[in-house]
């Protein structure tokens, strides 16, 4: 049996490898967005902004091709009652290097969103970088 042992792959002409019939997570983080919002762990994130009550803002550190890239957000807080479900939706603003997204909660009963700030946020990011 071979071993193969490398630090760095790159194509022939010393750029990144392209993944054939294959998709890997271009981005992805955990964020904590209560009190002071921040990035709990990270792959290709340059930060947070918190733009409001249950309203953040994801960066990149590098940016996606362009603005029909994938992503996926859940949102989950330890403090809410079972009377309630937390939710998660995108509120427009895509752009190549970032996203923004509300959190908050919904009534079983009402359907109405109420914004709150989440605990934990996992967010990853499928595409084409740029």
Same mark, same amino acid.
């Given at each position: 049996? @071979?071993?193969?042992? #490398?630090?760095?792959? %790159?194509?022939?002409?010393?750029? #990144?490898?392209?993944?054939?019939? %294959?998709? #890997?997570?271009?981005?992805? =983080?955990?964020?904590? $967005?209560?009190?002071?919002?921040?990035?709990?762990?990270?792959? +290709?994130?340059? *930060?947070?902004?918190? +733009?409001?009550? =249950?309203?953040?803002? /994801? @960066?990149?550190?590098?940016?996606? @091709? +362009?603005?029909?890239?994938?992503?996926?957000?859940?949102?989950?807080?330890?403090? &809410?009652?079972?009377?309630?479900?937390?939710?998660?939706?995108?509120? =427009?603003? %895509?752009?190549?290097?970032? /996203?923004? /997204?509300?959190?908050? !909660? &919904?009534?079983?009963?009402? *359907? =109405?969103?109420?914004? !709150?700030?989440?605990? /934990?946020?996992?967010?990853?990011?499928? $595409?084409?970088? #740029?």
């Amino acid at each position: 049996m @071979s071993t193969l042992r #490398a630090d760095t792959i %790159q194509n022939t002409s010393g750029g #990144a490898v392209t993944l054939t019939n %294959q998709e #890997a997570i271009k981005a992805y =983080g955990m964020v904590d $967005g209560t009190g002071t919002i921040n990035l709990i762990t990270s792959f +290709n994130a340059s *930060g947070v902004t918190d +733009n409001g009550t =249950g309203d953040i803002t /994801f @960066s990149l550190t590098n940016s996606m @091709s +362009n603005t029909t890239y994938m992503f996926m957000i859940d949102s989950h807080n330890e403090n &809410t009652s079972p009377s309630t479900r937390d939710a998660t939706k995108y509120t =427009g603003g %895509q752009a190549a290097g970032s /996203f923004r /997204f509300f959190t908050g !909660y &919904t009534s079983n009963t009402s *359907g =109405g969103a109420t914004a !709150y700030d989440e605990d /934990f946020n996992p967010i990853a990011l499928m $595409g084409d970088l #740029a």
